[in-house]
């Protein structure tokens, strides 16, 4: 379980994330809302790139935010990126073999670990292709490898559809969804593609202008009025 | 997936296939037994050079290429490294052997690259390089203060009494004519190649290939980068300070010899060569020393026309092949061996499908 306490971030005058307050369970959880409701300045914060003013974040009863953010990979914490990060000049295994030794994964299975977590995505057949040698939905899958291998608590995915077309958001929703129960982590994803959310997470929590506006079974929350006219917008009399 | 793939973990051995171990041999026993037949004395003296300088090209290739560190300062740890050597040979009482000198040359240059590299921690690009040339002109500036030690007392270890302006560490016993030291030259030279190989192919190659696409892409995969941009600086330093040692046995050294603008000379033929290649660091080598020598002597130019010719070749360099040269040296190589049967065609790769990479974002929620 991850429980975020009171978490603010400034940036000068603008507050991307205001007194901010979530529990989560292991699973895959959504985290939604418009661009710039503070969704990825979230995500930066558990990583490590942002340092909040004020705030605590306790997952799995260990303080997230006292580590440093090399030490925060090794405790379990994995990140994919909107514009995605794998390696170009490196192979899809050195690229997840990279994760796994700076996370602190056995040595002994490290080549079992790297070969299941590619085969997992289902690019086995890829192992010593280039990363740049790739197409984007299977450098998608390089990211999720590179999140899933070794022991991974906390994963989080921002927007790991982004600009992938159906047919391969189908097949990146079932690895999604196998995650936990591959890895025990807990997931967050976060994602405008109201499909790809409905598939994969069983609970979803709404941001807008930095604050929790709803948060619940997914079904629920997409339905909720708030969270419509937080995305669509308020009829306003003119 | 399929039977016959390749699931090794990368290393060394994985990256020493039968192509580059034949190249390997070939060049070293050209390097070796061929160049020494041949050339005259002058140009044993020049190829000397280019060994050694090939060391100096090779560490700023692996900040350059492998980390994207851009480090103008490479010069001046060549100096630094003659200076160890030279200090702890007089502290020594002159009873150090020569590889155990060069050993602990490259550990004392590694920490001084470790302290010059501490900006990086904080600056990139422009502003690290511009910081880094600040520091080569301090080492320059100490260097013309202190000079090089010559037996005398203290830190400095410099007597002014027995000043001669040029100064040497006695080469190895079993080395001491010029064309033995050149070939021990070379075999030094093999070992720092094969010492950077080693890093390129291990945990920090990977470390540093991930700094060089963006620093969140070192953080998120757990990479430490404070240790291993302060490990490019100092393998780079202590592979220089080698090249600084071997160059103080070799030809002796002066103050003046090590001047700050060669840095940005250097960097431009790092570039020229092919930053990407550890071939490219013997290249850059070649255009650093050997070219000058080939526009003066056989071609009877004026060497200051090599700061246009080296102005001309980044520039196409950046235009046209950004892997440099050896690049285009490689390219060339295959074409030869595919003419001559000796290479098979390449296949022609798999192409990633462009209608996924430009495929329109579907059912997204505008923002």
Redesign the interface.
Known sequence: MISISSLTVRFGGVVPIDDLNLTLDVGVNGLIG???AGKTTFFNVL???VKPVQGTVTAFGDDLLAMP??RR??WGL??T?QTE?A?????V??NV???L???GGAKSS??RD??DAV?FVGL??S??RPVG??????RRLVEVA?AVVGSPRLVLLDEPA?????E??AALAQVIKEIPARTGALTILVD????LVNETCAHVAVLDFGHIIASGPTADVLNDARVMAA?LGEDIDV | MSQTADVRLPSLLTAATPQRMIALVVVLAIALFGIPAILSTFWMKIMFEMAAYSLVTLGLGLLVGRVGIYSLCQIPLVAAGAWFSLRVHFLFDESVPFPILLLITGVLTGVLGIIIGLPALRLSGLYLALVTLMAAGAITLLLVSVKFPNGGGGFWGFDTRSASGFNSVPRPGIATGDIAFYRYTVVVVALMFLLAAWHIAGKPGRAWASLRQAEVTAISAGVNTTLYKLWAFALSAAIAGVAGGIIAAGNGVTTNQFPVEQSILLLAVVLLGGAYSLWGAIVAAFFLRVFPQLLDKQLGLPVELLTVLFGVGVLFTLMLQPKGVVQDLTNLGRLIGVKTGMIKPPVAPVVASAAVETAPVAEQVPS
């Open positions: 418009p661009n710039g990583t490590g790139f953010h090399f990979i090794r994995r990140r990126f990060q390696v170009a000049e490196l192979t295994l050195e073999l990279t994760v030794e700076h996370s490290r080549r790297v070969v085969e086995g057949d192992l010593q040698a790739l197409g984007a939905a299977e590179r982004a600009g992938l077309p159906d391969e958001t405008h593609d109201m499909a995305y």
